[in-house]
């Protein structure tokens, strides 16, 4: 760890060479004012537009800000291991490109991880969340049935939101973590929490706001490869794959 740096931000992007200007734009603004050191790290999954450009135009004047730019698509959860092992933080977290989560949401981590936490992970569906604007009726469906799955099928009882993309661990946390996960795209959240129960992490979840894209729909085919993803990172705990 760097002993400057005490907040690392990882962003994985995926053909986000529109929303990440903004984005990039909103962290640095708040964070600039913080006390404490930081960086933001943007990990170009491959992408097809210009993501990477987008990001190195900015670098002049945002100067915390990093790329690791991937030429290949690899999936978000296997970006997402990447820029949380480059990370130096003391205290490291990933969050969506669209911003969906405001980054001073943070603040609400931190005394979290003071009481001894060591991963702290954003919910939409705690007491105290807010989604602006609401949910409809067969998004929340949707992820109240995979939810369930995902407390069924892996023993993930408690966790009630797994797939906010608004996730912190302590370093001592990512380090022993994430080497050990497998799982490169749909379900990676689901299986960095259990590998840190399993591991006997303390997690602890936290209501957050969350500005909700009512563009953004879930297909019965990713439903599919979520389940196939949960069954394989069963299969895995059953089998000693994540020693």
């Not at 563009?215 to 389940?227: N, Y």
């Amino acid at each position: 760890m760097n002993d400057d740096i005490h907040l690392s931000v990882v962003i994985p992007a995926y053909n986000e060479e529109k929303r990440l200007p903004k984005t990039l734009k909103s962290i640095n603004d708040y964070l600039v004012k913080q006390s404490y050191g930081y960086e933001i790290i943007v990990v170009n999954d491959g992408a097809k537009d210009k993501t990477a450009d987008v990001v190195k135009s900015l670098m002049p004047t945002i100067k915390n800000l990093q790329l690791i730019d991937n030429k290949v698509n690899q999936g978000k959860g296997a970006v997402t291991r990447q820029g949380m092992l480059a990370a130096k933080g003391k205290y490291r977290i990933f969050t969506d490109a669209d911003n969906s989560t405001t980054i001073n949401q943070v603040e609400k981590m931190f005394p979290e991880f003071e009481k001894g936490f060591d991963v702290v992970i954003g919910s939409r569906d705690v007491k105290g969340a807010i989604l602006n604007p609401p949910q409809g009726p067969a998004r929340r469906f949707v992820g109240n049935v995979f939810n369930l799955m995902v407390q069924v099928i892996l023993g993930l009882w408690g966790v009630w939101d797994t797939q906010c993309g608004f996730k912190a661990m302590t370093e001592k946390a990512t380090l022993e973590i994430m080497p050990m996960c497998k799982v490169n795209r749909f379900a990676f959240d689901p299986e960095i929490l259990i590998l840190a129960r399993r591991k006997g992490y303390k997690i602890k979840e936290i209501p957050v706001i969350w500005v909700n894209d009512l563009q953004s729909t879930v297909t019965i085919k990713a439903i599919f490869r979520m389940l196939r993803d949960l069954l394989g990172i069963r299969w895995n705990l059953m089998t000693g794959k994540y020693k």
